[in-house]
């Protein structure tokens, strides 16, 4: 079993930055891909970036590619999600993902636990 604590989010001005957190309790937490996928309301969940165990690979979304960043520190069970260049279509209430196998997916199907959400707010 794992627990997810994200946090991190805020009220940002377009083009701004914030670093989501996501601590993860448990003693092989560190073996779980880690993902962020975010959600507004109205519309599904979203993938925005995963990284596998090791940290070795990382995946995003396109509509983040060169703006957020995923990092991990297994030493500390927290996964980061840095994110620079907001803008208001990056509104949304961000959540973290565990995936009991380590791999990092891009589909919210293959995580097994999740954070309970950080909202973030980007104004135009």
């Known amino acids: 079993q794992v627990q997810l604590a994200d946090s991190g989010g805020g009220l940002v001005q377009a083009g701004g930055s914030l670093r989501l957190s996501c601590a993860a309790s448990g003693r092989t937490s560190s073996n779980y891909g880690m993902g962020w996928f975010r959600q507004t309301p109205g519309r599904e969940r979203e993938f925005v970036a995963a990284?596998?165990?090791?940290?070795?690979?990382?995946a995003y979304a396109d509509s983040v590619k060169g703006r957020f960043t995923i990092s991990r520190d297994n030493a500390k069970n927290t996964v980061y999600l840095q994110m620079n260049s907001l803008k208001p279509e990056d509104t949304a209430v961000y959540y973290c993902?565990?995936?009991?196998?380590?791999?990092?997916?891009?589909?919210?199907?293959?995580?097994?636990?999740w954070g309970q959400g950080t909202q973030v707010t980007v104004s135009s």
């Open positions: 990284i596998s165990r090791g940290g070795g690979r990382t």
């Open positions: 993902a565990a995936a009991r196998d380590g791999y990092a997916y891009t589909g919210s199907a293959h995580y097994d636990y």
